[in-house]
């Protein structure tokens, strides 16, 4: 009853790219448009809807389709097989969702699309909707992505320090692994590469980030593009608490182990635990595995490492059952140097926990950490760089 006397300034279609580390900001700015009386429809693909566990919300859901129903990208028989049938079947199932709101009379104000899916901008483009660029990476990141899009960062590296506005000088190392292992992860270094394919016709550029982190590469950018930070998007409670009970992201596409990680976590001293995960898309391959397993073990500290079922037969044989007083292994919870064969060994792996954990070195990281924190805070917080930024974004896009 509540959901249908509320009075929206607006409709919001929110379309990230389906995977955990793609909706879960996107989600949570959608809960902030929400909190700020901006009607949010959430879309994803019809697969990642049916493996979705989700908490109650007022934001509603709606799918289209990326080729494959049944299996999202795990029926597809490549990453590049996948990306180019969702390149293909997306925006004639995008275009049919706006047809389908509009007819219902609930039509789309603006897209606010993930970056990485440059085609949701040209299917608002065709039915008169502005568009807002959505970027989940930092502005020293989306700032390397744009100059080897223009072909300003000439790929292959060859200088040995490379200098780009905003920015310190870089060596190769610095970069993405798309860049300076050039040819390593074709499909993925086209879908980075061409968020740029496109950008100069959104309306908006909201990037997750706050203001203060980031300054000199946000100011050149906006001298360019219309950028705005609205970061960090991550659930209120751990920010300023302006969304009651906002704890979580509410979308899962894993089964969480969240209460076994707790009861674990909270049974260690404070400050003690390691904490491992490569996200939901990176996979490691099975010597790396080892050499990482092993390093845990050499190391002092605790550690809980996060290791998708799909990657679980990597683990070391017997590795859990020798490391049960020492660390946690868990398939899913909520939050380099390399060797000549690209590979990070064992004893770097004890060398950087420990030096993180013991040294000098990680008291200075961690006492950056809580800088950063709170000038974090301060920025979603109300009158803050990014709370501004949201706040002028939905009244221009009240005016429109």
């Known amino acids: 009853?509540?959901?249908?006397?509320?009075?929206?300034?607006?409709?919001?279609?929110?379309?990230?790219?389906?995977?955990?580390?793609?909706?879960?900001?996107?989600?949570?700015?959608?809960?902030l448009l929400d909190h700020k009386q901006v009607k949010v429809t959430l879309v994803t693909t019809r697969f990642a809807y049916k493996t979705m566990h989700r908490e109650s919300s007022s934001i509603e859901l709606e799918t289209i389709s990326d080729g494959y129903d049944e299996g999202g990208i795990y029926q597809a028989e490549?990453?590049?097989?996948?990306?180019?049938?969702?390149?293909?079947v997306g925006p004639q199932t995008l275009a049919e969702l706006f047809e389908k709101l509009s007819s219902s009379g609930c039509p789309v104000d603006c897209v606010v699309y993930d970056s990485v899916i440059p085609w949701a901008l040209d299917v608002a483009k065709k039915y008169g909707i502005?568009?807002?660029?959505?970027?989940?990476t930092s502005c020293v990141v989306d700032n390397i992505y744009y100059h080897v899009n223009k072909g300003l960062l000439k790929l292959p590296l060859t200088e040995s320090e490379i200098s780009l506005p905003g920015l310190p000088p870089l060596l190769h190392l610095d970069f993405p692994s798309f860049i300076y292992d050039f040819g390593s992860y074709p499909a993925y270094y086209d879908v980075v590469i061409?968020?740029?394919?496109?950008?100069?016709?959104?309306?908006?550029?909201?990037?997750?980030?706050?203001?203060?982190?980031?300054?000199?590469?946000?100011?050149w950018m906006t001298d360019f593009?219309?950028?705005?930070?609205?970061?960090?998007?991550?659930?209120?409670?751990?920010?300023?608490?302006?969304?009651?009970?906002?704890?979580?992201?509410?979308?899962?596409?894993?089964?969480?182990?969240?209460?076994?990680?707790?009861?674990?976590?909270?049974?260690?001293?404070?400050?003690?635990?390691?904490?491992?995960?490569?996200?939901?898309?990176?996979e490691l391959d099975v010597e790396q595995m080892e050499e990482?397993?092993?390093?845990?073990?050499?190391?002092?500290s605790k550690f809980l490492w996060v290791v998708r079922e799909s990657e679980a037969a990597k683990v070391p044989k017997g590795f859990i059952e020798e490391t049960t007083e020492k660390?946690?292994?868990?398939?899913?919870?909520?939050?380099?140097?390399?060797?000549?064969?690209?590979?990070?060994?064992?004893?770097?792996?004890?060398?950087?926990?420990?030096?993180?954990?013991?040294?000098?070195?990680?008291?200075?990281?961690?006492?950056n950490a809580m800088k950063w924190k709170e000038l974090a805070k301060k920025a979603v917080d109300e009158g803050g760089s990014s709370d501004r930024n949201i706040d002028e974004f939905i009244a221009k896009l009240v005016q429109h």
């Not at 790219?17 to 809960?31: A, D, E, M, R």
């Not at 959104?202 to 997750?208: E, F, G, P, Q």
């Open 1 to 31: 009853m509540e959901k249908e006397q509320r009075t929206y300034k607006a409709h919001c279609l929110v379309l990230p790219y389906p995977t955990q580390g793609h909706i879960n900001p996107l989600f949570q700015f959608s809960k």
């Open 292 to 300: 990482l397993a092993w390093g845990l073990r050499r190391g002092k």
């Open 130 to 136: 502005v568009g807002a660029a959505f970027f989940t």
């Open 78 to 88: 490549s990453i590049q097989a996948y990306i180019d049938r969702f390149w293909q």
């Open 194 to 219: 061409g968020q740029f394919s496109n950008v100069d016709k959104a309306d908006w550029i909201l990037c997750n980030t706050f203001y203060e982190l980031e300054k000199q590469v946000v100011d």
């Open 225 to 282: 593009l219309p950028v705005r930070t609205i970061g960090p998007s991550i659930p209120s409670d751990y920010l300023n608490r302006r969304l009651e009970g906002d704890k979580d992201y509410g979308i899962n596409l894993f089964k969480s182990n969240n209460d076994t990680c707790m009861k674990w976590l909270n049974e260690q001293r404070k400050g003690s635990v390691v904490y491992v995960s490569f996200g939901s898309g990176a």
């Open 327 to 367: 660390g946690l292994v868990v398939s899913w919870c909520s939050q380099l140097e390399a060797d000549e064969k690209g590979i990070v060994r064992q004893g770097e792996v004890e060398h950087c926990v420990s030096e993180i954990m013991e040294g000098a070195r990680g008291k200075e990281i961690q006492r």
